[in-house]
């Protein structure tokens, strides 16, 4: 049985912030099916959801599949990983995208498993090949590399995206989208998990993501003591603290600072990285920066040959200098 | 009897390898195996939940499994030092170059045919060496059983777990049946750490099992890494370089340079005017 063309996006809709992860892949989507044809489709699934129907067709959704029902009210892993599965079955669609949400990193195994296709992790970017099919581009585990990896029989092609890795349309209100109402399955199966309390609780700060001046120290720091530096160059210039996963493992600073694949992605107008040798996970996550100073004892790490600045220098020196500095020139 | 199975990883030391403090590289002749820090966690879990029953004069019994090189038996001589009471490797040539459809459904496999009976399933929310976090969820989609990720607190309760975690802004308290899976959050469990004695009296006792592909009645012909759903058709490193600028040099002098030459830059990001040093109308 040969499918169809389209590529469909998961709707992750679940509080606003999350939700630009949909409308991001929606805007990649609708990049690749210009070259595969097929259409851009986005699944909603929940109860009263016509608003987020309505915003993803203002951001390139073609057709909308819905499902609308008061039984679907709570965001639930079993309910909306039977309805994905038994939809590609009956639509076929040849790529299905998934925000790498928590949620969505729960329910893209899952329903990768039922349909016994591949999945592949936080990619990076997306590609089609000259075959037309989906390449998946994600950091290969352990080095410094970047893999392009296919699923060459099984369909969908499957891959879980980080929310910030691309960019989404202008909000169109003219856009037109097709939109396809379909009855909940009388066979839903019986819920063996039970919410009992679900509390909206943004205890991770935003500011880092949303910072104009990121300072970013790694390993090269040396030590938790010295890293508390950072913490009052910050203070003088504005800025928001982050680090690498070394730092965060070592506890030099709590683990919701990390910046990269497995944190937050960042795009302030200026980054200073401070001993930070630019290992693909972390730089996945800064390249969106404006401008980015460098410090770095070897001219040959990655973090400075991609600086706009880069320092050979100790980075405990230099960032008591930039305070020195700073302090000197502020206007009082 | 509560039975728990906790799956567990080994994993390389890369992240963690000191450096060297003359080139400013990595010293990768160090590397060397250990428990994936996520796995260590799943079991502390399973861990706390015995300690907890046996307060109150309940039997628990953990079986850690890791599929893996014949190297990954230290991980399961660490862990029944630190207190599970029984490990299994799985290991074959067979195995290696496996996905995460093809590690679940191996481990998957042998929970079928060995312990169908558990009551709770652990393991780590994502592996330090891959971190896809696919594993656990597609473990439970394999046995059919429900899961949940990222949890931080276990309750036990008469056939179900009550459990706390933090998604995606949301602090959730749900309830579970049993038997089920349960992924550990990276911050929650603290792990305990053994003493290497101990490692060693472990190591003495010799009764980790090994299984392979043919004792798991697996296809003569199974071979994971020609069955994964997935392939790459390419590796590359990232092209990162810029056109930019490299200081060298005294601090004082390198940081003066920044701000002679970036100063603008830098004090626009700031929301705050900064004195362009002593030259007047500094670009
Ligand atoms: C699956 C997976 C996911 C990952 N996810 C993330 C992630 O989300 N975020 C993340 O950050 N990492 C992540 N990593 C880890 C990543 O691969 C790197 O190991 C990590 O980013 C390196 O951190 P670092 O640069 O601080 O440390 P190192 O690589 O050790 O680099 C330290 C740098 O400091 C320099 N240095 C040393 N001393 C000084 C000094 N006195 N002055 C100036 N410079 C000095 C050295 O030259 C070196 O370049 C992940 C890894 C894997 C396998
Ligand atoms: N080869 C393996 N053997 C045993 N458990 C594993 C293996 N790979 C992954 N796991 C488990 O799955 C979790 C998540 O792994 P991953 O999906 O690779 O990020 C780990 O923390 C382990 O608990």
Redesign the interface.
Known sequence: MTGTKDIWVLGDYRNYFHSRVTLQILARAAGLSAKTGGRVCALVFGDHVDEYVNEYIAHGAETVYVIDDPALKDYSVENYSFLMTRLVKEFKPETLLVGATRFGQEIAPRVAKYLKTGLTADCIDLDIDAKGRLVQIAPSFGGNLIAKIITPEKRPQMATIRPGTFQELKHDNDAEGEVIRLPLPSDLPAKKIRCIRSEYKPSRNRKLEEADIVIIGGRGMGSKRKFKKLFELAELVNGEVGATRPVVYADWISHDALVGQAGKHVKPRVLFSFGVSGAIQHTAAVTDADFIVAINKNPNATMMKMADVAIMADANQVCSGIIRAVKEKIRD | MFKIIVCIKQV?M???LP?DSK????KRELAQGMMD?ASRRALEAALRIKEDRAGEDQETHITVISMGPEMAREILYEAKALGADNGVLLSDRKMAGA???LT?FILAEYIKKESPDFDLLLCGS?TS??????????L???LL??????VQSIELDDGMV?VQR????????????LP?LLTID??AYSPRYVALEGIERAFHTDDIRTVNAGDLGLDRDFNALKD???????????A???E??????A??K???Q??D???K??S??????????DHEGAK
Do not use: C
């Open positions: 390389p890369v992240s963690e450096w080139t400013g590289t990595l820090p996905d995460t459809f679940s994502q060496d891959s971190e896809t976090a696919q594993v656990g969820p597609q439970a989609g394999e059983i429900p899961a949940m990720g990222y009550r933090h998604v995606d802004d949301f602090m959730e308290l749900l309830e579970m049946d089920g990276q911050g994964s759903p997935t392939r790459i058709i390419d590796v590359y490193s990232p990162t370089r810029k930019n600028q490299v200081l060298k040099g601090v004082k390198v940081v003066g920044l701000f030459e970036y100063g830059i830098i626009g990001a700031m929301g705050k005017d900064l004195k362009t040093h």
